[in-house]
């Protein structure tokens, strides 16, 4: 994973998203209608279709970006229509999230927690880290399977087309941006 910068506000968002939503709260609708969705659009300009998870480029069409409630909705109503609780991902990282509260926040995160071995291509905590940042990140890392085979494949898969179809840095950087800046720390970047 990497630091995912909090972008502001879209302009609409309190009369699209935030209002119908305090509606519903105030009603006491026990399934809370998911005016978040409306705001999907300003998530992915915002955060340029990456997800704040898998660290991929969410795809149109068969990417499936949704929103991630960071503080859950089933425990914290109150935020399910705040914009400053909303993290872009894909929906396979979003169930996998699901309501658990063990997955550390990439708004929050610092830049080089997280580093990508280059054998099997998984994602394992830094060196020199505290044990309790390290036991988080392992946890963050559990949670959202980063390291099955799907995950690993796909850091494999882009690296490979990296090397042969000889995409340039500003491509990788837009669309895999966690394996471009691990690649380029650990001068494993294809030439």
Not at 59 to 72: I, K, L
Not at 114 to 132: H, N
Request: proline share 6%; glycine share 6%.
């Amino acid at each position: 994973m990497i630091r995912v910068e909090q972008e502001p506000e879209p302009e609409g968002f309190d009369k699209t998203v935030r209002l119908p939503g305090a509606a519903a709260l105030a009603a006491g609708t026990a399934q809370l209608p998911s005016h978040w969705r409306k705001c999907i659009p300003e998530l992915l300009a915002a955060y340029n279709r990456v997800c704040a998870y898998s660290c991929f480029f969410i795809p149109r069409v068969v990417g499936g970006p949704s929103v991630e409630h960071f503080a859950p909705k089933s425990r914290s109503r109150a935020r399910a229509y705040e914009w400053s609780n909303y993290r872009l991902v894909c929906a396979l990282m979003n169930s996998r999230k699901n309501s658990f509260e063990d997955v550390l926040d990439p708004f929050e995160i610092e830049d080089g927690w997280f580093e990508l071995e280059f054998l099997f291509f998984q994602v394992r905590p830094a060196d020199g880290l505290d044990a309790q940042l390290t036991q988080a990140i392992d946890e963050t890392i559990d949670r959202l399977k980063l390291n099955d085979e799907e995950c690993c494949q796909a850091r494999i898969d882009w690296f490979e087309d990296w090397k042969l179809e000889g995409f340039s840095s500003g491509y990788m950087q837009r669309h895999a941006p966690f394996l471009f800046r691990e690649a380029v720390r650990q001068g494993h970047r294809p030439t």
